[in-house]
């Protein structure tokens, strides 16, 4: 079942990386005892090199998340590992190799019957020793578009994720990153909202970027996460208005739950998370709203 088949309350994915070390099995228990429909998967925490990670493998770690009556949604956090990845290092063998990488993940996600992939790692985007960001900017797109051309070959939608500027230099802002999907053309290269960057970096309620933006149809995916870093319903910002204006936007999609702090742990965050949001959507799902 797709996310868009599910009811609201139904559609809150967390990322897996929360509930590491863990063993796979045990982090698909303890999200569907939590409530979560779904986990969004970062390569890393599968094998050392996901480069190694047969298809075998992928349709296995499948079959576990479904006996829990989980999806896997998609994958996020890319180039972790293996180490000295760049998107947009000068060094074309560099580059190639983490072409590779990537083209080995948009298969990946295709196997786990994931949907998308999310484009974050700051650090493999950054400009490297004696580089301008024009460049790295450049050779970034370059990539980020051969990406999409990719994943559009594997029925799947790519996006690029806008960080904050503590993180990155290499797009900022959803207008930033707008620009390079709407140069490129194609459906299959889209962005996102990951609601903690955007809360640090953008100059507008979150809410009213949601209605610039989604009805132009170059967002495809959301994060959910205090600018402060914690779990969502953990900080200052209100989630509330978030979601009333995705569900006003008609976003079909999954919320995935993406804490970078875990207070007071990882299971414990994941459970106060999930609790907070799905409240929020109980009150949005009630009739007469």
């Known amino acids: ?15 897996n990386e929360v509930l590491a070390p863990w063993s796979f099995d045990r982090q698909c228990a303890r999200a569907a005892a939590l409530g979560y429909r779904a986990l969004e998967v970062a390569p890393y925490t599968l094998a050392d090199d996901p480069m190694t990670i047969t298809a075998a493998e992928a349709r296995r770690w499948r079959a576990i998340a479904a006996d829990h009556g989980l999806a896997i949604s998609g994958l996020h956090w890319l180039l972790v590992a293996p180490a000295g990845l ?13 072409r590779a990488v990537i083209d080995r993940l948009i298969a990946l996600c295709a196997e786990l019957d994931g949907r998308y992939l999310v484009h974050g790692s700051p650090a ?43 993180q990155t230099v290499v797009v900022n802002t959803i207008a930033e990153a707008a620009a390079i999907v709407a140069a490129s053309g194609l ?28 009805p132009r149809g170059v967002l495809a995916h959301v994060q959910l996460n205090d600018r402060n870093r914690r779990g969502p319903g953990q900080g200052d910002d209100r989630f509330g208005p978030i979601l009333e204006a995705l569900v006003r936007n008609g976003y079909a999609g999954w ?13 414990g965050c994941a459970a106060l998370s999930i609790g907070y949001l799905r409240g929020l959507a109980e009150g949005l799902a009630r009739p007469g709203r």
């Open 187 to 214: 459906a299959s290269l889209r962005t996102m909202l990951d609601t903690s960057s955007a809360g640090q970096t953008e100059t507008e309620p979150l809410a009213v970027l949601i209605d610039r933006w989604w």
């Open 1 to 15: 079942m797709n996310a868009s088949d599910r009811p609201l309350t139904e559609r809150f994915a967390l990322c």
């Open 255 to 267: 919320f995935a739950c993406e804490p970078f702090e875990y207070v007071p742990d990882g299971p």
């Open 86 to 98: 760049s998107i947009s290092d000068p060094d074309a063998a560099t580059r190639a190799r983490t």
């Open 124 to 166: 493999q985007r950054n400009p490297v020793a004696g580089q301008d960001r024009a460049d790295a900017l450049a050779r970034a797109t370059d990539a980020w578009v051969a990406a999409g051309e990719q994943a559009a070959r594997a029925g799947l939608v790519y996006c690029i994720e806008p960080l904050s500027r503590d």
